[in-house]
């Protein structure tokens, strides 16, 4: 939508936006969804996972940041997009679950 709006500095930005939390998030998933263990070793990959989830976005963002040709405003909003998206899925579906499967 941004491409086609504001051209192609735009649509790249925020591919690059929705990259950066779509990357991260799946690592994160990945890693605190992986089978097997104790709660004490589930507790530290998740701990691990979200470290390294933080890193890989700062790192991600800062690599967009020395190009020097992003376009802040659709980067930061996809960005957010992504986190509300990996938000609200598990949200919403809890609702959706059957009585017995909740908490």
């Known amino acids: ?6 051209g ?9 936006g ?4 779509c990357i991260a998030n799946l690592y994160m ?12 070793l589930v507790l530290g990959r998740v701990l691990l996972g979200q470290f390294v989830k933080v890193a890989l976005t ?4 800062i690599v967009v940041a020395r190009t020097g040709k992003a376009a802040w405003p659709p980067l930061i909003a996809t960005y957010v997009a992504t986190l ?15 009585p017995r499967s909740r908490g």
Do not use: D, K
């Open 29 to 40: 998933t990945l890693t605190a969804l992986r089978p097997g263990g104790g709660a004490g």
């Open 8 to 16: 192609t500095r735009h649509g790249a930005s925020a591919l690059a």
């Open 1 to 6: 939508m941004c491409y086609g709006l504001w």
């Open 18 to 21: 929705g990259s950066i939390g």
């Open 58 to 61: 700062v790192g991600m963002f």
């Open 84 to 98: 509300v998206v990996f938000w609200m899925v598990p949200a919403l579906a809890g609702s959706r679950l059957p």
